[in-house]
């Protein structure tokens, strides 16, 4: 199954803008994400519908586009640059009615909290909105639970549209099975870190894999190695073991599947290949 890296966000959104449109109160081609009302000159519409941000698999919606030359030593990864182009739906599952699809750029602007400023446009495919669209712009703060950010216009239905968008994360899936503690637990790391760069952010990891299942019950793996934890990939060494894995060498590999840099958690994919007696 492909690795799969998924944000699942409620969008929330009040626009007001002026009717250019024919009057629409017979509701023919009305939607079940959408409410319009007619006010005097303005129509004000109320939406909610789901945003689907996929970063990684095999057909991923938003990608990498630049980034600077220290971006992979940030935190925050400060300096990435994203092109997206994002389904929208009516519910939360992916199966869910197409709506629309969001397209535009987003990019890392914060060096201290992870904020994301956004300039994407919205454009929508179902009754009576097909062909409209508005554009919002303004900084993500994604690790909030509800944000807020600016509609500053529109096309079609939307025309000449200002409001504004208020966004909460439905779902994050950092892989395609979710990193959960109701997972089988296998064993336990136990040992020291510490960071040991003045220019990026590496870790020197002495830590012993110690396991509670099945015929490797009460045997451990000593890994000794340098960890640069902003890669997405990193290799160590295991230089020894215990029980079954007694005289053991060989090689683990390290791939982040999420990270909150705000909390300081992780989950971390290990791969190990030993030769022992």
């Known amino acids: 199954m492909a690795k799969l890296a998924l944000v699942v966000m409620l969008i929330s959104l009040l626009l007001t803008f002026l009717p250019w449109a024919q009057s629409l109160e017979d509701g023919s081609n009305q939607v079940k994400w959408a409410k319009r009302v007619e006010a005097g000159k303005e129509v004000v519409t109320n939406l909610q519908f789901y945003f689907h941000d996929t970063l990684s698999g095999r057909n991923p919606s938003a990608m990498r586009i630049a980034q600077a030359s220290a971006t992979n030593s940030s935190l925050t990864l400060f300096g990435t640059v994203m092109m997206a182009d994002d389904p929208l739906t009516e519910g939360p599952e992916p199966t869910s009615k197409l709506v629309g699809r969001a397209q535009g750029m987003y990019g890392s602007a914060g060096q201290e909290e992870l904020g ?45 549209a200002r409001g504004y968008a208020i966004a909460q994360t439905y779902w994050f899936d950092p892989t395609s099975v979710e990193p ?11 040992g020291l870190y510490g960071t040991t760069s ?8 002495a830590m012993s894999f110690v396991f509670k299942e099945g015929e490797y019950n009460g045997s451990s793996l000593a890994v000794l190695g340098h960890n640069p934890i902003m890669n997405q990939y990193r290799e160590l060494a295991v230089v020894g073991g215990s ?11 390290l791939n982040t599947y999420f990270f909150n840099p705000s909390a300081g958690n992780a989950t971390v994919e290990v791969s190990v290949i030993v030769s022992h007696y």
């Open 198 to 205: 003045l220019e990026e952010i590496c870790d020197l990891m």
């Open 116 to 160: 994301l400023i956004m300039a994407m446009n919205y454009g929508f495919k179902d009754g009576i909105y097909d062909g409209s669209s508005f554009t919002i712009v303004g900084l993500n703060p994604a690790l909030n639970r509800v944000r807020e950010m600016a509609i500053v216009g529109g096309t079609g239905l939307f025309r000449l």
């Open 180 to 190: 959960a503690l109701s997972s089988t637990l296998v064993g336990r790391a136990q």
């Open 243 to 253: 029980g079954v894995f007694r005289l053991a060498r060989g090689v683990v590999t």
